[in-house]
């Protein structure tokens, strides 16, 4: 197997998947076991929210860019409006990304929001309001990830499309004036 087939088999990240994942796994794991060791929902509510605003933040501002080259925030214009803006690498660049960052990237973060929301049921099921407001900050930030992301990835495609369009256009018309350059 050559090194260029190896690498594309390998995760090209490393450290950011791992810190991608641990902070999603943290705070899942601290919510579920947290009952096992502590009394106190203050705790428990701190201790899941903060876990779940590190990865939030993570996922955001480190791992989103490195992994799939992309990145969102939001601003609210002088008009008082929520304005979503959008950062993507090039075409070429997103070309290279590591198909298994990705996939890492966008199964984790859609991954963590259905395990908020399997727990949220069951803190219904089991009448257990207090905790339901913990579980719907914890999804709340999981959500804004997926949609800014989601957001962000077909933004990105469509400026690709409109570059590969602008491309062919120029491609064209060029050709056309050699062409009538020559007659």
Not at 11 to 18: D, E, L, S
Not at 101 to 110: E, H, K, P
Not at 112 to 128: E, M, N
Not at 150 to 173: H, L, M, V
Request: one cysteine or more; proline letters at 1%.
């Amino acid at each position: 197997m050559d090194r260029n087939q190896e690498t594309r088999e390998n995760y090209a990240n490393p450290r950011t998947c791992f810190f991608h994942v641990i902070f999603k796994a943290a705070a899942l794991a601290f919510y579920i076991l947290s009952a096992l060791f502590f009394n106190s929902f203050v705790i428990i509510f701190v201790v899941t929210v903060f876990l779940a605003a590190l990865d939030f933040w993570v996922v955001k501002n480190v791992s989103g860019r490195i992994l799939v080259g992309l990145r969102w925030w939001n601003e609210i214009n002088e008009q008082g409006e929520s304005v979503w803006k959008f950062e993507c690498l090039d075409h070429e660049s997103l070309a290279r990304m590591n198909k298994k960052d990705s996939w890492l990237f966008w199964w984790t973060i859609y991954l963590t929001a259905v395990a908020w929301i399997v727990l949220g049921i069951f803190s219904l099921i089991r009448f257990q309001a207090d905790y339901v407001l913990v579980i719907s900050v914890c999804l709340t930030l999981s959500i804004a990830n997926i949609v800014g992301f989601t957001k962000c990835r077909k933004d990105a495609k469509k400026q690709i499309q409109q570059f590969a369009s602008q491309t062919i256009a120029s491609q064209f018309s060029s050709t056309l004036q050699s062409a009538f350059s020559l007659v």
